[in-house]
């Protein structure tokens, strides 16, 4: 009996019915993960909790589209139409010619790693990492889904997206959070918040430090630098195509 695939984004992107068929499609696509160059039949069905007769059909519809692509010995890879969308995605927040040079420049003034989170569904997605001197990540990955919740990046964007609190009202007020191993026991970040047209935020950027005694104090001190870097990038951003592509983004009362 196949297991209802769960949408993480449904229950606050939609208010009427969904369609369960498109979920389980989207689901094979899901199914591979950073290091999955290909998957067999058998590893989508058992990831899916799809019957097989299921999950080939919808492969094979999926195969159509070019989202994904039959190879011999009945394994199938990822197709090109997946790389098309991701560029896309990556265009309407202009990462290359934005948001990347201002997380290596922020790289470079700090030795840190810097990173931009994007607002997604109420959750955070690291879309682009630049390493620091000092070598140190954090454990997540870039494209991987995170609470809001946990984390400076997270407690930033609920922060300018109106959430109430003592603690939303002092990031509000400062305008930048820092946390220890909050959202992972090994590393520490500091982050601000990033607004495009009228005020609407989309996300954060944050540097990482491993975690430690003196990791609060290192980030502190680069607070007005992470401040200053996300204003700069706010008004970048909002002088760029957002203004016409509110889609992109979810509405705040809170402006830079």
Avoid: C
């Amino acid at each position: 009996m196949e297991s209802p695939v769960p949408s993480p984004s449904s229950s606050s992107a939609t208010s009427g019915p969904i369609v369960s068929a498109v979920l389980r499609a989207l689901s094979l696509l899901d199914a591979f993960g950073e290091h999955d160059a290909q998957l067999s039949l058998a590893q989508l069905a058992r990831r899916t909790r799809l019957a097989k007769p299921t999950a080939l059909r919808l492969a094979r519809t999926l195969s159509m589209a070019g989202y994904l692509v039959a190879l011999p010995g009945g394994v199938w890879r990822l197709g090109p139409a997946v790389a098309q969308l991701g560029a896309r995605y990556q265009r309407a927040f202009d990462l290359s010619n934005v948001i990347e040079p201002a997380l290596h420049a922020l790289a470079e003034l700090t030795g840190h790693s810097a990173s931009f989170f994007a607002l997604e569904h109420g959750r955070r997605v690291r879309l682009l990492r630049v390493r620091g001197a000092d070598g140190f990540v954090s454990p997540t990955r870039v494209g991987e889904p995170l609470p809001l919740e946990r984390g400076a990046a997270g407690q930033v964007i609920l922060a300018f997206t109106g959430h109430e609190g003592a603690l939303m009202d002092t990031i509000r007020e400062r305008r930048y959070h820092a946390t220890v191993g909050e959202a992972n026991v090994l590393a520490a970040s500091i982050a601000a918040p990033v607004f495009a047209a009228r005020g609407a935020v989309i996300g954060a950027l944050s540097l990482a430090v491993p975690a430690s005694d003196a990791a609060s104090a290192e980030l502190l001190r680069h607070a007005d630098a992470i401040v200053s870097a996300a204003n700069r990038l706010s008004q970048t951003l909002a002088a760029a195509r957002y203004a016409d592509q509110e889609r992109i983004v979810q509405r705040s009362h809170w402006h830079p």
